[in-house]
């Protein structure tokens, strides 16, 4: 089966400063998808980042990046210019490539801190 | 264009007790999966409903039941309520015909007592 870990329950990081939160994964499928999700104090779940296994390219939306190393089943999340309204719970997630699509596996979440 | 839409936000019941949520999917999406999410937790998929029939679950006992409509929306049910089940339930929509991103809902914030 497959497992998502972040082993940063917490985390905290200065305005307008980088910040990277982790995630390793477990599985024997070599085509999947990985993404990272936003959760804010008002609950709903935001979609920040996805990355396609079979894609080297690192995935890149505006301020949001990622380190996908597919080898060390490591994908992990880079926030720059951070701002006050990234502050929220953050998790990593996956999911199979092909057949359902449910079934999202999450991690345990990091919850961010931005000081101003 | 309407994103994910769930009803209620908040429910308070007692052990015991029946329950149903409910959810409209986002517009043009066609899957609906359902998710609980403890507190401090991350979610955990339940189960996922597509073509008015259960495609998926994951590891949750009979008591949760649901059913998807025609126009794609989905009710979950969950009967003989305990303690346990007081969490975030989260209702996620997708397009079946290709892959895509699962669109979240607001959640419905659930306590037994």
């Known amino acids: 089966a497959q497992t998502v870990t972040q082993s940063q329950p917490e985390m905290s990081v200065q305005e307008a400063e980088t910040v990277t939160l982790s995630c390793t994964y477990d599985t024997s499928e070599s085509d999947y998808y990985l993404f990272w999700y936003k959760q804010p104090p008002s609950r709903q779940m935001i979609l920040v980042i996805r990355q396609e296994a079979y894609k080297q390219q690192n995935a890149t939306e505006n301020r949001f990046s990622v380190n996908f190393q597919k080898a060390a089943k490591s994908f992990s999340l880079k926030i720059s210019d951070s701002q006050l309204g990234d502050a929220a719970m953050y998790f990593c997630?996956?999911?199979?490539?092909?057949?359902?699509?449910?079934?999202?596996?999450f991690g345990k979440g990091t919850k961010l801190s931005v000081k101003p | 264009d309407a994103g994910v839409t769930q009803s209620p936000t908040h429910l308070i019941k007692t052990r015991g007790q029946q329950v149903t949520l409910r959810c409209s999917p986002k517009s043009g999406h066609d899957t609906v999966s359902w998710y609980q999410q403890a507190l401090g937790q991350g979610p955990q998929f339940i189960f996922q409903?597509?073509?008015?029939?259960?495609?998926q679950r994951g590891n949750f006992p009979d008591r949760f039941s649901g059913h998807q409509f025609p126009n794609y929306s989905s009710e979950l049910n969950v009967n003989a309520l305990l303690l346990g089940d007081s969490a975030l339930y989260l209702c996620?929509?997708?397009?079946?015909?290709?892959?895509?991103?699962?669109?979240f809902g607001p959640g419905t914030r659930l306590l037994v007592l």
């Open positions: 409903y597509y073509e008015e029939e259960e495609r």
């Open positions: 996620a929509s997708s397009f079946r015909g290709r892959e895509e991103t699962q669109y």
């Open positions: 997630a996956y999911r199979n490539y092909g057949g359902s699509q449910g079934n999202l596996i």
